[in-house]
C-alpha cells in the first residue's frame, strides 16, 4: 500500500480545496480510509473518515463544511473542504485501514494553508 496524497495549497478564508488520497500500490480492500490533519504546535486530529459501506463521520469542526467521499475500487478516497477557515491550516494526512490490522497505512501529507 502506498497511498499518495494531493491538492493542497494556499486558499483565502471563505475559499474551496479538493484533496486527493490515492493508493498507488497494489489494490486491497480497506476497512476504512480517510484524514488526519496536524494543525502547527498541535496534535494529528481526525477530520473526516469513511468505511467500507459507505458510512462517514467527521470532526466536530469541519461537520457542515467539509465532505469525505471514496471510491473503494480504486482506492482513493476525496475531501471537498468548503468555507476554510485559518484555523483548518494544517499539513493533512490521508490514511487506510486494512481489514484484519491494527494500525493504518499513512499517506505523505499535503498543506493546506488558509489565508484570512
Known amino acids: 500500500v502506498q497511498l499518495q496524497a494531493s491538492g493542497g495549497g494556499l486558499v483565502q478564508a471563505g475559499g474551496s480545496l479538493r484533496l486527493s488520497c490515492a493508493n498507488s500500490?497494489?489494490?486491497?480492500?480497506?476497512?476504512?480510509m480517510g484524514w488526519y490533519r496536524q494543525p502547527p504546535g498541535s496534535e494529528r486530529e481526525l477530520v473526516a473518515v469513511?468505511?467500507?459501506?459507505?458510512?462517514?463521520d467527521y470532526g466536530d469542526s469541519v461537520k457542515g463544511r467539509f465532505a469525505i467521499s471514496g471510491d473503494s475500487s480504486k482506492n482513493t478516497v476525496y475531501l471537498q473542504m468548503n468555507g476554510l477557515k485559518p484555523e483548518d491550516t494544517a499539513v493533512y494526512y490521508c490514511?487506510?485501514?486494512?481489514?484484519?490490522?491494527?494500525?493504518?497505512?499513512w499517506g505523505q501529507g499535503t498543506l493546506v494553508t488558509v489565508s484570512s
Open positions: 490514511y487506510a485501514l486494512r481489514w484484519g490490522r491494527f494500525t493504518p497505512n
Open positions: 469513511i468505511g467500507s459501506s459507505g458510512n462517514m
Open positions: 500500490g497494489s489494490s486491497v480492500w480497506f476497512r476504512s
